[in-house]
């Protein structure tokens, strides 16, 4: 069962975050980073990959009340992948260094109590400044990276796939692209604001 709460929004917002028109270079994650997309959705919270209650609320409080408002897309595939990318400040009164902590502390925890049946660790290989984790469960498997741009606002991409296999999509490819659009968009989400 998927735990994923995504708050839909409106398609004028979903057309910024994925890029309409001619606004690409307000994408954060381009569709055509992707394939098969079946539909998407616009949020302003990171959605679940893992089984987890403690990275999901950890990821949960990251992206509650952040400055700038959190915000994001998730792709559903055809193959029933589920892939993410949101942007986000931190969260008021904390720094993205409190936001990193709390979230591999978190992290830590759910590595401890994995078993046979689920787990979850954090990954390696990563750039640096990069953190992330990988989980599994009951035949479904996710992955998550987050990493700070330059300008200093957090950004996640993640995947959750179920079945047999691997995800289509490759989560270390795909940070790459929303990290280095996140500001952009930002900027562009702001002066839209005004």
Not at 26 to 31: A, H, K, W
Not at 55 to 74: D, Y
Not at 156 to 163: F, K, P
Request: net charge negative; hydrophobic share 35%; glycine share 10%.
């Amino acid at each position: 069962m998927r735990t994923t709460s995504v708050i839909v929004l409106s398609v004028a917002v979903a057309g910024q975050l994925v890029g309409c028109g001619d606004d690409s270079d307000r994408e954060l994650l381009s569709p055509d980073s992707v394939s098969d997309i079946k539909q998407t959705y616009a949020g302003d919270q990171i959605p679940a990959v893992g089984w987890c209650r403690e990275v999901n609320i950890a990821q949960s409080r990251a992206s509650s009340g952040s400055k700038p408002h959190a915000a994001g897309v998730e792709f559903r595939l055809e193959n029933g992948d589920y892939v993410h990318a949101i942007v986000m400040g931190p969260p008021s009164g904390k720094s993205i260094e409190d936001v990193r902590a709390d979230l591999e502390k978190a992290v830590d925890e759910c590595a401890a109590k994995s078993n046979s049946d689920q787990t979850l660790e954090p990954m390696s290989g990563l750039e640096d400044g990069m953190w992330g984790y990988s989980s599994s469960e009951r035949g479904a498997t996710g992955s998550e990276i987050f990493d700070v741009t330059p300008k200093g606002y957090l950004v996640a991409v993640g995947v959750r796939h179920e079945g047999d296999g691997n995800p289509s999509v490759d989560v270390q490819e795909l940070i790459q692209e929303a990290g280095k659009n996140a500001d952009i968009y930002i900027a562009s989400r702001d002066q839209d604001e005004q």
